[in-house]
């Protein structure tokens, strides 16, 4: 298994939608955090862990681009890629595809920040689980 890419998969409710019918575009953004965190997991990096030891992530930077609109009952997937890992920060590249059509892209940008809300850098360990063998 590649432990850089994870595919997540969603369906849409009716509360993930506008007035318009479309998925609302901030529902995007929650989408994207499951599958950050699930990719996470797959590669045995927990949220609850980094807490003890005074580790959190905070996404620093996001582009993203609406390309098609979701709907009702659709069946997606939230494609997550590792780009790299280095220093206190990871960049991630995501998509949200309805079969194989691209509805979302984006580029997100993650720091790892101390207990002083700081940039720390990432640990060794969390660096090679995250793809970064130097």
Same mark, same amino acid.
């Given at each position: 298994?590649?432990?850089?890419?994870?595919?997540?998969?969603?369906?849409?409710?009716? /509360? $993930?939608?506008?007035?318009? &019918?479309?998925?609302?575009? =901030?529902?995007?953004? #929650?989408?994207?955090?499951?599958?950050?965190? /699930?990719? %996470?997991?797959?590669? $045995?990096?927990?949220?609850? /862990?980094?807490? #003890?030891?005074?580790?959190?992530?905070?996404?620093?930077?996001? /582009?993203?681009?609406?390309?098609?609109?979701?709907?009702?009952?659709?069946?997606?997937?939230?494609?997550?890629?590792?780009?790299? =890992?280095? &220093?206190?920060?990871?960049? %991630?590249?995501?998509?949200?595809?309805? #079969?194989?059509?691209?509805?979302?892209?984006?580029?997100v940008s993650v720091v790892?920040? &101390? $207990?002083?809300?700081?940039?720390?850098? %990432?640990?060794?360990?969390? =660096?090679? #689980? %995250?793809?970064?063998?130097?």
């Open positions: 298994m590649n432990n850089k890419v994870h595919r997540f998969p969603i369906r849409i409710y009716y /509360e $993930d939608t506008d007035f318009s &019918g479309n998925v609302y575009h =901030a529902a995007y953004l #929650k989408f994207m955090e499951r599958a950050r965190t /699930e990719l %996470l997991r797959q590669n $045995d990096i927990h949220h609850f /862990e980094l807490a #003890k030891k005074g580790i959190a992530f905070a996404v620093a930077r996001l /582009e993203i681009a609406y390309l098609k609109p979701a709907h009702i009952d659709d069946v997606l997937e939230v494609v997550t890629e590792i780009k790299s =890992a280095k &220093g206190a920060r990871f960049i %991630l590249d995501q998509e949200i595809f309805r #079969k194989d059509e691209i509805l979302t892209r984006a580029s790892a920040i &101390g $207990d002083n809300g700081r940039p720390v850098r %990432l640990p060794q360990e969390l =660096a090679i #689980k %995250l793809g970064n063998q130097t």
